[in-house]
């Protein structure tokens, strides 16, 4: 019997979508709980570090959306075949973490002068370093970002190709065939597409 699954985050696609994104793939029944901004300051109190997402598995409240996201892959075959890959897994969405800290950094930015200076740094040094680095792991593995099958791995780089374009239009992926195949592929799986196609619509 499959437990009983809440996950609680904004109604927002933000740092729970890649868990979606799972649940959706594995045919898994959850609780999509989206919680109104205004009535965050009240349930931060209840969290257990004071931010979202957070699963509940059977009234158990569990925070941190990467290693909710890798026990889930762990329980429903996206973790690749062995402890190798999974490491492969770990190793390439920590290191898609660190561009997506950078790329939040540009976005919060208030001092426009400041916003311009970081946007051409990001577009001719940050974005085409991780980029192509990983444009070349998925042209050496068949389109996979690990293994030869779907992994947990391959959702992280979809949602956040998705948001990468929202950021700076379609065409920014033009250059990064592989990563743009990559993510026409998951949101292609039928799942996912029926996942996306009923979601809310949200900005992030």
């Given at each position: 019997?499959?437990?009983?699954?809440?996950l609680?985050?904004?109604?927002?696609?933000?740092?729970?979508?890649?868990?979606?994104?799972?649940?959706?793939?594995?045919?898994v029944?959850y609780e999509?709980e989206r919680?109104?901004r205004?009535k965050?300051?009240?349930?931060?109190?209840?969290?257990?570090?004071?931010?979202?997402?957070?699963?509940?598995?059977?009234?158990?409240?569990?925070?941190?959306?990467n290693?909710?996201?890798?026990y889930l892959?762990?329980?429903?075959?996206?973790?690749?075949?062995?402890e190798w890959?999974?490491?492969?897994?770990?190793?390439?969405?920590d290191?898609?973490?660190?561009?997506?800290?950078?790329?939040?950094?540009?976005?919060?930015?208030?001092?426009?002068?400041k916003?311009?200076?970081?946007?051409a740094?990001?577009?001719?040094?940050?974005?085409?370093?991780?980029?192509?680095k990983?444009?070349?792991?998925?042209?050496?593995?068949n389109?996979?970002?690990?293994?030869?099958?779907?992994?947990?791995?391959?959702?992280?780089?979809a949602?956040?190709?998705?948001?990468?374009?929202h950021?700076?239009?379609?065409?920014?992926?033009?250059?990064?065939?592989?990563?743009?195949?990559?993510?026409?592929?998951?949101?292609?799986?039928?799942?996912?597409?029926a996942?996306?196609?009923?979601?809310p619509a949200?900005?992030?």
């Amino acid at each position: 019997m499959s437990p009983n699954y809440k996950l609680i985050y904004f109604n927002a696609r933000g740092r729970a979508e890649h868990i979606r994104f799972i649940f959706a793939y594995a045919g898994v029944e959850y609780e999509d709980e989206r919680i109104p901004r205004e009535k965050w300051p009240e349930i931060k109190k209840r969290t257990p570090f004071g931010m979202l997402p957070v699963l509940e598995i059977d009234g158990k409240a569990v925070a941190q959306s990467n290693a909710v996201a890798r026990y889930l892959a762990r329980q429903y075959g996206l973790a690749g075949r062995n402890e190798w890959e999974a490491l492969q897994c770990d190793v390439l969405v920590d290191t898609l973490g660190d561009l997506k800290q950078v790329l939040a950094q540009f976005r919060m930015e208030q001092d426009p002068i400041k916003k311009e200076e970081k946007k051409a740094r990001l577009m001719k040094e940050t974005i085409p370093f991780y980029l192509s680095k990983f444009e070349k792991i998925l042209s050496e593995n068949n389109g996979f970002s690990v293994g030869s099958e779907i992994t947990w791995c391959d959702f992280v780089f979809a949602v956040s190709l998705e948001n990468f374009e929202h950021i700076f239009g379609k065409a920014a992926l033009d250059q990064y065939p592989a990563l743009k195949a990559l993510k026409i592929k998951v949101y292609s799986i039928p799942s996912i597409n029926a996942w996306v196609s009923k979601r809310p619509a949200t900005e992030s």
